[in-house]
């Protein structure tokens, strides 16, 4: 599938506007000549027809995950690569990380190093000391689809009680549940319990 499959899914189970609708050739342009790089096909047709118009916010567990606007996409990444206080470079974050989303403050990255159509999305922990990213999807479009499923069965399945946190465990309501964890199997393939892991029912 490719990234406008992946976005005309989403459009068939959601009435949510996420914005998808990107920043343009001459975002990219800029983006492109600042870092001195190409960037991998897949995350190029992002930024210039996908990256949303505005932030994004889809429920997870927890923090919600932070889709950046068009907007926002940037080489200078407050509090990842750059310090604003001090007024210089962090150490430790490598150059072909690209930051376009985070979950509580952990950052979302592809890395624009890697060959190929496709761009694997990562994810680290942020204040663990050092960065130890873990990939939660093969693609930006599998990326997207996840998170907005999983947004999808928090906020547009059933009005209240989404969570049952009780002696049976932490678990995701059954009329939700029986809507995501079979997409999730689909769709997330190897990322399954990286989306899922909260949910003891899963």
């Known amino acids: 599938m490719n990234i406008k499959d992946y976005i005309e899914l989403i459009g ?24 001195n790089v190409i960037f991998p096909e897949e995350f190029q047709e992002y930024i210039v027809s996908y990256a949303p118009a505005h932030s994004q916010f889809f429920e997870c567990v927890g923090n919600p995950l932070d889709l950046y606007s068009a907007g926002r996409l940037s080489w200078l990444m407050n509090g990842y690569n750059y310090n604003p206080v001090e007024n210089k470079p962090i150490s430790h974050w490598d150059k072909t990380w690209f930051l376009f989303a985070d979950e509580g403050a952990d950052p979302i990255i592809v890395d624009l190093a890697e060959g190929g159509r496709h761009s694997t999305v990562y ?3 942020h204040g663990a000391g050092e960065w130890d990213f873990r990939p939660i999807a093969d693609s930006i479009g599998q990326f997207l689809l996840c998170a907005s499923a999983l947004h999808h069965a928090l906020t547009g ?39 899922l892991v909260s949910f003891d029912n899963s």
């Not at 959601?14 to 920043?23: N, V, W």
């Not at 002696?167 to 769709?187: I, T, V």
Request: hydrophobic share 35%; aromatic share 20%; no cysteine.
């Open 123 to 125: 994810r680290a922990m």
């Open 157 to 195: 399945i059933v009005d209240d009680d989404v969570i049952i946190d009780d002696e049976s465990g932490f678990n995701l309501n059954d009329r939700s549940a029986s809507w995501l964890f079979p997409f999730f199997r689909q769709y997330a393939d190897k990322y399954y319990k990286d989306w």
């Open 12 to 35: 068939s189970f959601t009435k949510a506007d996420f914005g998808f609708q990107g920043g343009g050739g001459s975002l990219y342009s800029k983006l492109q000549q600042e870092g």
